[in-house]
């Protein structure tokens, strides 16, 4: 009778390079995440023509411009522990699917009330798809490239972002606004249809469920082709700080993994109040300090453009040192950056450099927080993990488009609000610090 042999799926992938099929599973990730950041877009391009299509007031837009940004909060706090128990792949799937579906119906609606539902079952559907996507890049790529390769899955944000402002741009004179959101529904549909048969489950999800032993080895074998028999037995590192019988909730929550979970609450929750405000409302504020429209419009696209650098940047980084000081680093570089440009004045050049080393700090970082977040939680808990991470965070999304508007009725400058910013980026430094103190002699999780 011949003999088995035990493969530990999680040393397996860490011990070689990336293959083709993991490659694919990460095109895929980024592929998403292009949608995602498409989306967020999308309706601050469509508004002016919506609003002058339907004859909408301010008050009458506002519940719609807000309404993915509610379901994207509540989606994220419910996909994570259905990603825990279920799996990545069906959660990823549903989302996507379920995504693209309301976009569609946009198209199609004529009443403002249907729109803003459409908009929070999106936004909802949406909620899921981030953090699910974190948690799979994560357990596909090997641990000595993890964070480079969660960053460069979430460049695809910004990438989509700024897709989606050229195509609005285009399309919406040509066919107007409707077209928008069928272009940015059937596209999700299809790749959703697409995920079905192409994107798998979790590697090391499959074994901690005990999935079965020959769908896991086809995987492993694409992955690692050659390494297994028949006889294979697989297994994945047993996390110490987990009760087996705690579910995923508790385990964000309990006394080993608490501490860490409110500071990256925290931490998410400054860094989306800092990059949503500064996104939202630096072109108006650079427009009255004295700029002109064209030129506030690329002063603030520059912000966004650093973005994709930064990212890849930081995860290099961040699997070559130490992730929590290469993180600090740089929303402290970005700070001191930002009160830099707010004391240029209108040298329009130095402007443009300025914001795109900003957006590079903070859109950077915020990217980079997904990969220390995805590194953290253990494999049973860290779709959870990540998901309410994204969700709470999200919060400070929603509190940042009042906190702007209140910062300008006072008549801030741009230079006032812009030391005043400086505050969520010094508490994200210290955070990272103290958790990095806190955690620093704790076993890396699986």
Not at 63 to 90: E, I, M, N, Q, Y
Not at 351 to 373: D, K, P, Y
Not at 437 to 446: I, L, Q, S
Request: charged letters at 10%; hydrophobic letters at 55%.
């Amino acid at each position: 009778m011949s003999q088995s042999n035990e493969i530990n799926v999680r040393e397996l992938l860490d011990s070689r390079e990336i293959s083709l099929y993991q490659k694919l599973v990460i095109f895929l990730c980024f592929l998403i995440v292009v949608m995602d950041g498409f989306d967020v877009v999308i309706m601050g391009f469509v508004g002016p023509a919506l609003k002058e299509a339907w004859s909408l007031s301010n008050n009458d837009l506002a519940p719609v411009l807000s309404a993915a940004l509610f379901g994207l909060t509540f989606g994220a706090l419910t996909a994570g522990p259905l990603g825990d128990r279920f799996g990545r792949r069906k959660v990823l799937i549903v989302s996507v699917f379920v995504f693209g579906l309301f976009t569609l119906l946009v198209a199609f609606t004529e009443s403002i009330t249907a729109l803003i539902v459409y908009r929070f079952i999106a936004g909802f559907a949406m909620g899921g798809i981030m953090p699910m996507v974190a948690t799979l890049a994560k357990e596909y790529s090997p641990a000595r490239r993890s964070a480079l390769m969660v960053t460069i899955v979430f460049a695809g944000f910004t990438v989509g972002a700024a897709g989606g402002g050229f195509l609005a741009a285009w399309m919406i004179p040509q066919w107007g606004w409707e077209s928008v959101f069928v272009f940015g529904g059937v596209l999700p549909i299809l790749l959703s249809l697409f995920m079905i048969f192409r994107l798998p489950e979790s590697l090391t999800f499959m074994v901690h469920h005990g999935h079965d032993r020959k769908a896991i080895r086809a995987i492993v074998e694409r992955c690692a082709p050659g390494s297994t028999t028949e006889n294979s037995v697989f297994t994945v590192p047993a996390a110490t700080t987990v009760n087996a019988n705690e579910n995923a909730v508790k385990t964000v929550l309990n006394s080993h993994y608490r501490t860490g979970s409110l500071l990256l609450w925290l931490i998410y929750f400054c860094h989306l109040f800092l990059v949503y405000l500064l996104g939202s409302w630096m072109p108006t504020m650079i427009k009255e300090s004295g700029m002109s429209f064209q030129q506030a419009s690329i002063i603030s696209a520059m912000f966004q453009l650093g973005g994709p650098l930064g990212s890849v940047m930081l995860g290099w980084l961040m699997d070559k040192l130490e992730p929590h000081r290469v993180l600090s680093a740089s929303y402290l570089l970005g700070a001191v950056v930002l009160v830099l440009m707010s004391n240029i004045g209108g040298e329009y050049v130095l402007l443009c450099i300025t914001a795109f080393i900003i957006g590079a700090a903070f859109n950077g970082g915020g990217t980079g927080m997904n990969a220390l977040s995805s590194n953290f939680f253990p494999l049973s808990a860290r779709a959870t993990g990540n998901s309410w991470m994204h969700g709470i965070g999200r919060t400070g999304a929603i509190i940042s488009a009042f906190a702007g508007a209140w910062m300008l009725n006072q008549g801030w400058n741009f230079s006032t609000v812009a030391v005043a910013l400086t505050v969520p980026a010094v508490i994200i430094a210290v955070a990272l610090t103290v958790k990095f103190f806190v955690y620093r002699h704790a076993p890396k999780a699986d």
